[in-house]
């Protein structure tokens, strides 16, 4: 999703988010990943107004009053997906899913993942339903490779075993990852 | 997820291949947020930098920087063998191999010169970025030092209204001396 994000192309504005957006959000955030709830505080502060920051292909970013980005979210989704950078500073956000080594280049080249990934040995599958964002870890690394959206249960990942198991929407190096400035 | 992964296998589970993961929250003994050490070179966190443009440049500025964290996964490394591991997965080929970032080849400098209308010529210079340059600040520079025009005519072009192919030949190495003289190419 973020292969062809440029810092400085892809942005169409910046704008401070009101207050009853930042509300929502952290609303929204605290249904989704349970979690989060008691770092919410470190990532979004009440003092420090968040930025709204609006892409092309109908990408919403939320980054912080430096103009960091934390979280994004994409068509008219109600959900915010965590940025890897920050799921890396708290890795306990989003539901794990680990892969198989061999799959790691292909995810960090932006491939979505298939359920043999998710099924073979080396892999492992935590519990989540369908639709749900997950972290995709990768077999014998500590850190997220990559998020991703479950595109069947993992109940059906295991039973099927066919097709597209998580599509990766966000991965290591690629043009959300790469952004180093900010958005001011 | 400092640790790995905790096994929980289900008693009903039916496939006994892949195992399922709780789904854990913060660890009490952990202070969060926490402090990854991404790679200077790569900008993955260290453990990734295999897969990166070129592990070789990352190895080298981690020995420069960090040179401790080096030796310990070194030391862990080796107590993995990864190599007898790596044949028993699977392995696959294609899109996957990693692309390194596209260096500029041309190492060398190009000076080139055009005729505009009339009497007059502007000097184009290829092949300042590759040689590490800033070419915004060149630009700037080569503007207030000749009294003329210059502009960025592309991705690693400049181009210089009038015909300043001499002075440039002996500049250049001046003012940056990263420059090699002999990488100048004159093709005017």
């Known amino acids: ?184 | 997820m400092a640790e790995a992964l905790s096994d929980d296998i289900e008693s009903n589970s039916s496939n006994p291949i892949s195992v399922q993961v709780n789904y854990p929250g913060p660890k009490h003994d952990i202070q969060y947020p926490l402090n990854i050490q991404y790679c200077g070179e790569c900008s993955l966190p260290l453990e990734y930098c295999e897969y990166g443009a070129d592990p070789e440049r990352c190895r080298e500025w981690l020995e420069r920087t960090l040179p401790d964290l080096l030796n310990q996964m070194q030391a862990s490394g080796n107590a993995n063998d990864d190599k007898s591991g790596e044949k028993k997965r699977q392995t696959r080929g294609g899109k996957g191999m990693p692309k390194g970032k596209k260096k500029f080849e041309a190492q060398r400098i190009v000076l080139n010169k055009q005729q505009r209308k009339g009497n007059k010529f502007v000097t184009i210079i290829q092949g300042l970025a590759s040689n590490e340059v800033d070419i915004e600040l060149a630009r700037k520079f080569f503007a207030q030092k000749f009294s003329c025009g210059c502009s960025k005519s592309g991705d690693d072009e400049l181009t210089i209204q009038g015909d300043v192919v001499s002075e440039l030949i002996d500049l250049l190495p001046d003012k940056w001396n990263q420059i090699n003289p002999e990488l100048i190419e004159d093709k005017s």
């Open chain 1, 1 to 184: 999703m973020f292969k062809k994000f440029h810092e400085k192309d892809s942005v169409t504005s910046v704008t401070q988010l009101r207050n009853t957006d930042v509300k929502r959000l952290k609303q929204r955030l605290t249904q989704d990943f349970p979690h989060i709830e008691s770092v919410l505080d470190e990532i979004l502060p009440k003092k420090d107004t968040p930025k709204l920051v609006k892409c092309q292909d109908h990408i919403e970013l939320i980054a912080d009053s430096t103009g960091q980005p934390l979280f994004f979210r994409f068509r008219d989704s109600q959900s915010y997906i965590p940025l890897l950078r920050l799921l890396h500073k708290y890795p306990f956000i989003l539901r794990p899913q680990q892969v198989d080594k061999g799959a790691i280049r292909f995810v960090l080249s932006g491939a979505n993942i298939m359920c043999p990934g998710l099924t073979s040995p080396g892999a492992k599958l935590c519990d989540a339903p369908k639709d749900s964002i997950c972290a995709v870890m990768a077999e014998g690394k500590e850190h997220a490779l990559a998020i991703g959206l479950l595109k069947m249960s993992s109940q059906d990942m295991q039973q099927i075993n066919k097709g597209v198991g998580v599509e990766t929407l966000h991965y290591l190096n690629d043009g959300l990852w790469t952004v180093k400035h900010g958005f001011k």
